[in-house]
């Protein structure tokens, strides 16, 4: 299984429409990949609070649409990372995966939101379930940033058949020691894959912790992005989930 994840820098000179738009080009680029993954609020930028309710968008808004549009023509499974959903008088911060039609098969709303010196919990509403995708590869869980620190979310999805986890995130540097646990823990307590895609850059004073990564079941990292924007590339073996749990079944061994 070929595996993109898209480190994007989040320039705070740079507008939604001109972000999509250079990363669509490096999207172009990246034909003949299975799976291709996005940050967090990316295109808005997360830390551009002032920004979420007036570049919110439907779920079949122009976001939805122009990645719809773009796995079609890339034949490969599309996760856009998320973006500020509008749904009535709410708003949430939602994940997006497209297979290799363009069809929208999989939403997630991020479930905890951040509150340490962020404003998304005063202006986003939180989701209310994991979320648990199919797909050709295996059953995929998804989750965004924040959720990373609590493994019971991540738990709930193995139960519901998860193998590989997908990440997206727009983590601070200041707490990269955090994010370089959580993605090797999460991956390896559940004994699954885990791919992430964080942002990269500076955004209204906010210095972002890039260091993408993808984590096999073993906790072990076999691939890592820097600090700069960056289209991490590498090749999983999905039967390494199944010989694993094989030969050290700790999930079969629970007992809460």
Known sequence: ??????????????????????????????????????????????????????????????????????????????????????????????????????????????????????????ILTRGEKPTVIDTE????????????RFPELFRQQVDEGAKIFLVTSAWPHQRLQHWKLFNAARALENQCFLISSNCAGKTNNVLLGGHSQVVDPWGVVIASAGEFETVLKTEINLEQIDSIREVFPQLKHRVL
């Open 1 to 122: 299984m070929k595996i993109s994840s898209v480190q994007v820098e989040i320039k705070d000179n740079e507008s939604k429409e001109e972000r999509i738009q250079r990363v669509s080009g490096i999207l172009d680029g990246l034909r003949g990949q299975d799976l291709i993954l996005l940050p967090e609020i990316w295109a808005t930028g997360y830390f551009a609070f002032d920004s979420y309710t007036k570049e919110a968008e439907t779920i079949d808004g122009p976001f939805v649409q122009h990645f719809s549009e773009k796995a079609k023509k890339l034949g490969a499974y599309i996760h856009a990372g998320s973006f500020v959903e509008k749904e009535g008088d709410k708003f949430y911060n939602t994940s997006v995966v497209f297979n290799r039609e363009g069809e929208l098969i999989g939403t997630s709303r991020k479930i905890h939101l951040f509150r340490y010196g962020s404003a998304e919990g005063e």
């Open 137 to 148: 590869f295996g059953k995929i869980g998804l989750s965004t940033c924040y959720d990373l």
